[in-house]
Every structure is written in structure tokens, then in C-alpha cells.
């Protein structure tokens, strides 16, 4: 809820009301197409010195406030599979700052006063209890409920994911509940793969 009441998600989520100015246009293509106050993602994105293609009079793209679409949508991908996909990965500290910089600002502004209850905003959680519980993860409850079921019925499962990290978060949870498991990623070499399969 953080997320959607801040001024970019509300930008986003009602650009396409009448503005209120009775211009008859859409408020993203009239009077609203910046945010109002304080926006530290759309600040971030629309940085001068890093984005060409601002004009230079209001600080805003051609395609604002729908060039924040996909930024929040994968925001809110990550929300949905697990809090602890916000958190910035350690390596871009080095490798790309103003990534790194951004991820720690959607976690904190995501986690609030709570981000100490799951390991702090700005790095990884490697607390083994909290990554690996159910209570941070929708997704992670449902899969608990169906693995249970599958195990009793003794079967066997596939676990899909297009995330690295999800993956491990997977790795973890299942380790935490006895499971036996094999992991298949990008880093598995082609000779191993039909072994672990």
C-alpha cells in the first residue's frame, strides 16, 4: 500500500481520469503529467545528467507520466513474488550505482519503519528464518499448501521462475521444510544438466 499511495503510483493510476482543469483531456496528458511533491523514483528517472531525452524546461520526458508504466510495474512483479526481490543486489554497488541507488529507494519507500523486520532496505536479508518463511510471500503461502498436498500424494514438482534470486529465496524456503529438491539455472553446466533433471 506504501507504494500505491506514493505521488508516482497515483500519477500513474489516474492519468487517465478528466483533469480537473474541465479541459476534457486525460489528467496524464494535461495538467498532471509530473508528480506533485516529493518523488524520489520519478527524480531518479528523469535526472538531467543521466536521461537525454528531457526537456529542459519542466524536467519531464516526452512520454510523461507513462514512462513510469514498466518501472512500477516491475516494482509491483516484485512485491508480488517476494519483499525480498525489492532489495537491491550487493553487486550493483560497484557495477551500477544509480541502479543500486534506486532499488534501495523503492525498498525503503516499500518497507517504511518496517524494513528492519526484514533484514533493512538496502541489502539482502541473510537471516535464514525470515527469507525462508511464508509470511512475507503470498505466493510463498499458496506454494506451502500445495507442496504439502503434492508430498502426500507423492508427487513430484517442477518450480519455474525467471528470477535468479527468487530461485534461491525458493532454494531456502525449501531447505527449511525438508524437501528434497534440484536446482537447474543458467550457471548449471550442459554436461550436469540431464544428470540433475
Not at 138 to 159: F, P, R, T, Y
Not at 162 to 172: D, P
Request: charged content about 25%; glycine content about 6%.
Amino acid at each position: 500500500q506504501r507504494l500505491l499511495d506514493t505521488p508516482e503510483f497515483t500519477l500513474i493510476a489516474r492519468s487517465g481520469e478528466p483533469c480537473d482543469c474541465d479541459s476534457g483531456e486525460p489528467r496524464g496528458r494535461c495538467c498532471y503529467h509530473v508528480p506533485t511533491g516529493y518523488a524520489p523514483l520519478w527524480e531518479t528517472y528523469h535526472d538531467p545528467a543521466t536521461n537525454p531525452l528531457l526537456h529542459a524546461e519542466d524536467g519531464c520526458c516526452d512520454k510523461c507520466p507513462n514512462c513510469l508504466i514498466l518501472p512500477c510495474i516491475q516494482i509491483l512483479l516484485k512485491v508480488s513474488n517476494h519483499l525480498e526481490l525489492l532489495k537491491p543486489d550487493p553487486k550493483l554497488v560497484h557495477e551500477d550505482p544509480e541502479k543500486f541507488y534506486r532499488e534501495t529507494l523503492v525498498a525503503t519507500m516499500a518497507l517504511g519503519d518496517d524494513a528492519h523486520l526484514l533484514g533493512d532496505a538496502n541489502k539482502p536479508d541473510g537471516n535464514f528464518q525470515r527469507v525462508s518463511s511464508a509470511t512475507h510471500c503470498g505466493k510463498l503461502l499458496a506454494l506451502e499448501k500445495l507442496l504439502n498436498l503434492w508430498h502426500a500424494q507423492n508427487d513430484k514438482v517442477l518450480i519455474f521462475s525467471v528470477s535468479v534470486r527468487l530461485l534461491t529465496i525458493l532454494e531456502t524456503f525449501l531447505n527449511r521444510r525438508g524437501y528434497v529438491f534440484s536446482r537447474l539455472d543458467g550457471s548449471t553446466g550442459q554436461k550436469h544438466r540431464q544428470q540433475v533433471a
